[in-house]
């Protein structure tokens, strides 16, 4: 699986950016997409994730985005979108998508066997 992530760019406080990730190769229902992200100097982040599969897509965030960011999923496209609304400064960092086999949540960014490059959103006060 070749994951694509792009739409990062710089914005201010309160203002809005979407994050897509275009998902290619071995791509299967069966797979739980997610949004991480990753700020200097701290550990990676789980940010939201998605089931793949066309007739379900239960969906999970992070208590620091919940109200704020929405993933959704374009089956036809094969692409994942995160919509980030209200940014705050405290969002500012690299956001990478990634996958793994199966349908279970979990935030555990190691438990992650596929992973786009990052695209950076910077939000400014």
């Known amino acids: 699986v070749q994951l694509q992530a792009s739409g990062g760019g710089l914005v201010q406080a309160g203002g809005s950016l979407r994050l897509s990730c275009a998902a290619s190769?071995?791509?299967?229902?069966?797979?739980?997409m997610a949004w991480f992200r990753q700020a200097p100097g701290k550990e990676r982040e789980f940010v939201a994730s998605?089931?793949?599969?066309?007739?379900?897509?239960?969906?999970y965030y992070s208590d620091s985005v919940k109200g704020r960011f929405d993933v959704s999923k374009d089956n036809a496209k094969n692409t994942v979108y995160l919509q980030m609304n209200n940014l705050k400064p405290e969002d500012t960092a690299v956001y990478y998508c990634?996958?793994?086999?199966?349908?279970?949540?979990?935030?555990?960014?190691?438990?992650?066997?596929?992973w786009g490059q990052g695209t950076q959103v910077t939000v400014s006060s």
């Open positions: 990634a996958a793994r086999p199966g349908i279970t949540q979990t935030m555990d960014f190691k438990a992650y066997d596929y």
């Open positions: 190769g071995r791509t299967s229902s069966n797979y739980r």
């Open positions: 998605i089931t793949w599969s066309a007739w379900s897509g239960s969906s």
